[in-house]
């Protein structure tokens, strides 16, 4: 003989709840770091009067990349102004322009070029800019762009060599190495302070530097 249930909700069977979603796996900062690791967007004609600056890149294995502004001229992507820190951490840099470079025949190929925006043309002096387009090596900046980077002081010596004399209370103390890749993220920080380069062009420079 059998008995009813005292609860007859106890004889049914209840589902079990569906399991919680699983955590996402992309935050926003992923989402943003992802992103700026590709290249800015460049139209290929830009406004009227504004000049393509690029970064060109020169294969540095087995050490860090070098890193140049490259400012083109109107008339040839190959041609046009080379703004950089020159130099090695061993014996630090300087900050150095070469007017009226031609890629093709003055120097190696950059390894890459990567198109970071179009500045307009007020902050440039094209005259000064080019030498009236005899080829030279400058140290000294002629126009708004070149005035703006400059800010940034090219890096000193930050590499300790034997010779090097020991100051009494830094042993241990961690040596933060400055290079062309450090000029080159801090000095387009600078341009965007004073109005010239876009946020887009620093944060991909921030992410990509080794």
């Not at 050490?63 to 502004?69: E, I, L, T």
């Not at 080159?184 to 920080?189: H, L, M, Q, R, T």
Request: net charge neutral; glycine share 8%; with cysteine.
């Amino acid at each position: 003989m059998t008995f009813p249930s005292p609860n007859p909700t106890l004889d049914k069977t209840t589902p079990a709840p569906p399991p919680p979603p699983l955590p996402s796996t992309t935050s926003g900062s992923i989402s943003n770091t992802e992103k700026a690791l590709h290249p800015p967007t460049v139209t290929q004609t830009g406004p009227l009067g504004a000049l393509m600056v690029e970064l060109l890149i020169y294969n540095g294995h087995p050490f860090k990349d070098h890193w140049a502004y490259w400012v083109c001229s109107r008339t040839s992507s190959h041609h046009g102004v080379k703004i950089h820190a020159t130099g090695d951490v061993r014996n630090g840099f300087k900050f150095e322009v070469k007017r009226s470079l031609d890629l093709r025949t003055r120097e190696e190929t950059p390894t890459k070029r990567v198109p970071l925006q179009w500045v307009d043309g007020q902050y440039f002096d094209e005259k000064s800019m080019f030498n009236g387009g005899q080829y030279t090596i400058d140290d000294v900046p002629v126009c708004r762009f070149e005035s703006s980077a400059y800010k940034i002081g090219a890096p000193g010596k930050s590499l300790n060599t034997t010779g090097d004399r020991i100051v009494e209370g830094t042993v241990g103390k961690r040596v933060i190495q400055r290079d062309c890749q450090t000029w080159i993220v801090e000095s387009a920080e600078q341009l965007a302070m004073d109005g010239i380069f876009s946020v887009k062009s620093v944060d991909y420079l921030r992410t990509i530097r080794q």
